[in-house]
């Protein structure tokens, strides 16, 4: 009964999702901004830097049945190569035959080059609220951080790589699950809101090249660094769908529709978010 009344009132907020702002809520809007530009105006005291930095060591650590570090993982620029490498991200690799996100590349080289199981990785990848980022996530934040102030330069234009693009494209306008929701029903308008949050209108391009270089980012409200992969599934979970798994096809399909989105848009890793 509560659950139900709970996934009623979820859809309702998520349906009246109108450009309507209570006092209240406009007051508390106003103070997280506050904090929000306090963290800007000294950008180094954003806490996604720390994990950024344990990204780093972690990238230099040797671990694994293989005893090996990511030194020798190939981000698509050659083993090793970082700076800019994220920059390019989706593509197709052609050693594992696969389009691949930052995340998912990551998850493939721990497990080749360390030996260290990806199936056992992606059943608890992402960390509870309070708890800091997982392994992959700090690498990643570290990885992407490295291309912040590039532009956002994934070619995405390989046969295997368009496919992406187009599932990602599908997935995104697909209504489904229980609420019959697809990722359109809450951004692919400008104004939208659930009560404080802003959504962003992911459709259109001008507003997605805005956010989507901002992952991974810290979010103020989890006290931790979210990662792109980590967004999705929680979005999935607010349409009550199944989970979306780390590195699955879907997965990497709506990064790459969400990359294409975002073309030319600025990278600034690790961004702040609420
Ligand atoms: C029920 C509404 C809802 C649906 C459906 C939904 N999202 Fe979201 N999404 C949100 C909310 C709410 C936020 C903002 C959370 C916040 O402010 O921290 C968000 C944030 C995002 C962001 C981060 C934007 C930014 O500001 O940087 C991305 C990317 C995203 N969603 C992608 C998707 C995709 C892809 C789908 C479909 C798989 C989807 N969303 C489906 C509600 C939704």
Redesign the pocket.
Known sequence: MKRSLVMLA?AF??VA?IPRAHAQDAETEKAIEKYRAMLREDPWSNPGYLDADRGEALWTTRAGPKNASFEQCDLGKGPGKVDGAFAELPRYFADADRVMDLETRLLWCRETLQGLSAADYVKRPHPAGGQPVKEIGAIATYVASKSSGQKFAARLDRPQEQDAVAL?ET??YRRSGP?D???????AQSGLR?R?????Y?AEKKE?SK??G??P?Y?V?NTHVMT?QH??L???W??R?PE?QMGSDASVA?IA??TKQAEDGEIAVP?L??
């Open positions: 979820v907020a998520a999702a990602g997935l995104f609420f929701f697809a990722c359109a029903t809450c951004h659930i404080l949050q802003g959504l962003p992911l997605a956010v989507i901002e992952w980012a979010r409200s792109m967004r999705l929680d979005c999935y607010q349409m769908m979306l709506l529709f969400l961004g978010k609420r």
